[in-house]
């Protein structure tokens, strides 16, 4: 069963840093694609960063030069500097790979997510 185990999460003054960690467990092949998204209230789920098993990243746009991912084996950080207060929403840890072929045996892809963890950036 797979499991995405989320840390960090906290309440923050304006201007401070968090750093979120999440642990996935029961997945038995290489991750491709681990990540964070994040979702306000009343507000659609957005993607914040991800990061592939090659080391390639992607950002939103509102917090490049202001947050920091990476990844060792099963786990991925999210490092949080100069937070504000509209980056307050529930951070969610994502984990997917696309389907494959590996000889005649084929592996699903498969999309995971974590439960969320709160951040309150306070102004």
């Known amino acids: 069963q797979v499991q995405l185990v989320e840390s960090g999460g906290g309440l923050v003054q304006a201007g401070g840093s968090l750093r979120l960690s999440c642990a996935a467990s029961?997945?038995?092949?290489?991750?491709?694609?681990m990540g964070w998204f994040r979702q306000a209230p009343g507000k659609q789920r957005e993607l914040v960063a991800t990061?592939?098993?090659?080391?390639s990243t992607n950002f939103a746009d509102s917090v490049k030069g202001r947050f920091a991912i990476s990844r060792d084996d099963a786990k991925v950080y999210l490092q949080m500097n100069s937070l504000k207060p509209e980056d307050t929403a529930v951070y969610y840890c994502?984990?997917?790979?696309?389907?494959?072929?590996?000889?005649?045996?084929?592996?699903?892809?498969?999309?995971?997510w974590g439960q969320g963890t709160q951040v309150t950036v306070s102004s």
């Open positions: 994502n984990v997917q790979s696309e389907g494959y072929y590996r000889g005649a045996v084929y592996y699903p892809p498969y999309n995971y």
């Open positions: 990061i592939t098993s090659g080391g």
């Open positions: 029961g997945i038995i092949r290489s991750i491709e694609r």
